[in-house]
């Protein structure tokens, strides 16, 4: 059972309690990876087929469901909440109810019928985590063979418990019908897609700014920021695409020159607005804000765009602007590098999942950047969206086909669907060629693109891995789709072959490690001392794009020498500046962290993270790097013990996602108190990126877990120089190409992918997430 399930178990359902905690389930592509379907005798299926008419017969199977893990007790709960309330509630339209309801606590936003019954099983996400099937409950497959579409359908016609969504409605579920097919949805996640679509939709049709400046001053602006060229920059024309509208995206993989791009969109915003004459006569800089989803995405985005906005060339630019042009120290000036999280930006208070700004109490800003949004789900973005003044700008940043938020809802890439072939129409591109003065390839145009599209910009060409980069050839290579016809076998075929192949040209970066089993030795290398022997040339001699020497792959031994030889020797921790040589000390380490990181699929078993966590703890201390007993390495706390932080707590200031390590420190606070004995701190960095450290006693911590392994989900917005990837040694549906993809790009310098039992990377990179939403398309 699950965590969340548990709270749930016995109360009364709140329809508006907090749904979406679980890890978003992944679907799989309808052919791949399914449980095999035994063929049930025929009269046992005619029995599982009486809970389609018999509410207790229905219950009955949803009993066991949530007693093998299968559904959550929540989801069970809520269709007996609506069977209370409503005694002729069909039992066909409580069973839509609890697995929409299950759908949640997987990632999306809403029951696709039609899908369901196309792929019964993928409505359960099964197996999940740690269930092999064997002697299974009967499967949805059983349970809704020979159901007939309309007959479903037709069932979700229940006035006090179904509305079409057609207007205000009250019911705790609303039903959204487009092409023939039916969308089943919790009213309060219907309201949440609404609100975007009609947030976005508005943003889309008013003007913004830039374009009603006119073309010659913007082309000679985006002339001063981007060198010349004679192809189609993207960067270029994501700029210009972006200051033209109030809502933009801008998504690219890694390395792309999103946050050069956002830079450089930020300058000629400012330079427009400080070029023109304000309500009051005298120019007024826009207020722009930057924020990510997590602390560490913050961190790492103040870090990239404090050294661009540095680095930004801007006398051009102040001169291309303006009947003078402007002053370029407050053009630099009005450029922001300080990033928040997103909950602080909208004021998130204790207890309530309501903001303190709200469409009432409105953000007071002209533009607002966020970064990783792909990491954003479906509430958050409707609070950011309901939040922001009707005029201020909102740009996202992303990569689309990274997995989604744990949450419900991946709005990035539902709405980047269509980014792969720009759909830019006839207008955009007339305009485009105007201001960046090149033209737009015939194969990015369309005259029926919609005005979603014309929003959306994807910057194609990676600045960080070039051809040479086997990281980034790995990473396109599994990002690959396999098309319409995915399920075709030659296709699946086509791309594992190239995606093994990869391993085989000799690329200096990545490496592969076939494991037989769960002692097997070669594990204990890598996590130790990062097996170089695994690299060509033991990862020796590599140098960056700038010529500087890349240092060999490390593992976590790294770190804990560190901590070992930067031991401060001050005898008292001491206070504020006194406590400089901790401080400094806490630095060095998590810095030094930051060089090896584990990554697997699951959570459970011996390749999950549960598994994995004192598994590696052993390792490290058989090599004498760590001192804790196996209890203390299961569920206690030891020197060197790295922790992420599972839940945002705003008492402490520590945001979910953020990693501290565990050090031992002199418990004598001041010179005068008498030293010897130490104590265990939690050293966090601060999350407003200015390099200051948190120090936490390890009782304050409420949800914190060892973090040797980390699951790809965890990961993102994050980076390491040396990525380890694990995957599991049986098919699960949470391995998807995104998964995949996801792990591989968090990977700086060095990329290990550790394959375990038969290897599931043919099985993973030919999965695809199937998404479920409404947000697609907005028109
Ligand atoms: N047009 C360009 N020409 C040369 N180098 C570039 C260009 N654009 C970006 N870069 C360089 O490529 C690297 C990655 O750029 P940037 O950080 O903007 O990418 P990103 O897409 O934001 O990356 P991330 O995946 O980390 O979010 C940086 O070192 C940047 O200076």
């Known amino acids: ?43 046992a299926q005619g029995n599982v087929q009486a809970a389609l008419h018999d509410t207790q017969a229905l219950f009955a199977l949803l009993d066991r469901w949530v007693e093998r893990g299968w559904l959550r007790a929540l989801d069970r709960a809520l269709a007996s909440f609506f069977q209370r309330e409503v005694s002729d509630a069909p039992p066909l339209l409580l069973l839509a109810a609890a697995l929409a309801s299950h759908q949640l606590g997987r990632g999306h936003v809403c029951l696709d019928l039609a899908q369901t019954l196309a792929a019964p099983n993928l409505a359960l996400s099964l197996p999940p985590e740690g269930d092999d099937l064997s002697d299974p409950p009967p499967l949805p497959s059983e349970l809704l063979t020979g159901l007939e579409f309309a007959t479903w359908r037709d069932a979700l016609h229940h006035p006090a418990l179904v509305a079409d969504g057609s207007g205000p409605g009250n019911t705790p ?17 219907w309201q949440y897609e609404q609100n975007i679509r009609g947030l976005i939709g508005s943003r889309l049709e008013a003007p913004a700014q830039a374009e009603t400046a006119d073309t010659a001053t913007l082309a000679r602006a985006l002339a001063a920021l981007f060198p010349q060229s004679h192809e189609l920059d993207w960067q270029q024309a994501a700029c210009a695409l972006a200051s033209r509208s109030r809502f933009a995206v801008i998504t690219g993989g890694p390395g792309t020159g999103k946050t050069t791009t956002v830079v450089k969109l930020l300058a000629l915003l400012q330079a427009l607005a400080l070029g023109e004459p304000g309500p009051a006569g005298a120019p007024r800089p826009l207020r722009i804000r930057l924020a990510a989803p997590t602390g560490k995405a913050a961190a790492r985005l103040n870090e990239s765009i404090a050294k661009q906005v540095q680095n930004l060339s801007l006398v051009e630019l102040a001169a291309a602007v303006g009947q003078q042009g402007v002053d370029i120290s407050t053009l630099r000036d009005s450029i922001p590098t300080e990033v928040t999280t997103l909950h602080r930006l909208l004021g998130s208070r204790p207890d309530t999942r309501h903001f303190r700004h709200h469409a009432g109490n409105p953000l007071a800003l002209d533009a607002l950047v966020i970064d990783e949004a792909s990491m ?59 201001v960046i003065g090149t033209p737009i390839p015939e194969r990015y145009k369309d005259e029926g693109g919609q005005s979603l599209d014309q929003a959306i910009a994807m910057l194609r060409l990676s600045h960080r891995f070039d051809a040479k980069s086997g990281i980034g050839q790995l990473a396109e290579a599994v990002n690959r789709p396999l098309g319409p016809e995915h399920g075709a076998h030659s296709k699946s075929q086509e791309k594992k072959r190239a995606v093994r192949e990869i391993f085989q040209q000799g690329y200096t970066d990545i490496a592969r490690l076939a494991l037989a089993d769960a002692d097997d030795p070669a594990l204990d290398r890598l996590v130790v001392n990062g097996y170089p022997a695994a690299f060509t040339n033991s990862g020796e001699g590599r140098h960056d794009r700038r010529g500087e020497p890349i240092t060999p792959p490390v593992g976590y031994g790294h770190y804990l020498e560190v901590m070992k030889s930067a031991r401060p020797a001050q005898p008292f921790f001491g206070e504020g500046e006194a406590r400089q040589p901790y401080d400094d000390w806490a630095r060095q380490v998590l810095a030094a962290h930051g060089h090896f990181q584990l990554l697997c699929a699951l959570r459970k078993g011996p390749w999950g993270i549960q598994g994995l966590n004192p598994r590696i703890g052993r390792a490290l201390r058989r090599a004498g790097w760590l001192k804790a007993s196996d209890l203390e390495l299961e569920q206690g706390w030891f020197e060197g013990r790295p922790v992420l932080v599972t839940r945002n707590d705003y008492g402490l200031g520590l945001m979910n996602g953020d990693i501290g390590i565990t050090l031992a420190v002199p418990e004598a606070r001041n010179a005068t108190e008498s030293p010897g004995r130490t104590l265990l701190r939690v050293a966090f960095p601060a999350s407003d990126g200015s390099g200051a450290i948190k120090w936490v006693l390890p009782s304050r911590l409420q949800a914190v877990e060892t973090v040797f392994a980390m699951t790809v989900h965890k990961s993102q917005g994050s980076e390491f120089t040396h990525t380890a990837l694990l995957l599991p040694d049986a098919p699960n549906p949470i391995l998807t190409r995104e998964l995949v993809y996801t792990g591989i790009t968090r990977a700086r310098d060095w990329l290990t992918l550790v394959e375990t039992g038969r290897g599931m990377l043919d099985e993973a990179v030919t999965r695809e997430v199937v998404r479920v939403s409404g947000l697609g398309r907005l028109q």
């Open 1 to 43: 059972m699950s965590k969340r399930s548990k709270h749930h178990d016995d109360a009364t359902p709140d329809l508006f309690a907090d749904l979406g905690e679980e890890p978003a389930g992944i679907s799989q592509a309808p052919d791949k990876g399914l449980p095999a379907e035994p063929e049930p005798p025929q009269a």
């Open 173 to 189: 579920l609303v039903r959204s019908e487009r092409d023939g097919n039916v969308r089943l949805y919790l009213r309060r996640y």
């Open 376 to 434: 954003v789900d479906i509430e958050m973005m409707a609070a950011v969206l309901t939040a922001l003044p009707p005029k201020a700008r909102l740009i996202l940043l992303g990569d689309k086909d990274q997995l989604a938020s744990v949450e419900a809802g991946a709005v990035l890439g539902d709405l980047c669907q269509r980014a792969e072939g720009g759909h830019y129409t006839p207008a955009t591109c007339d305009w485009l060629e105007r």
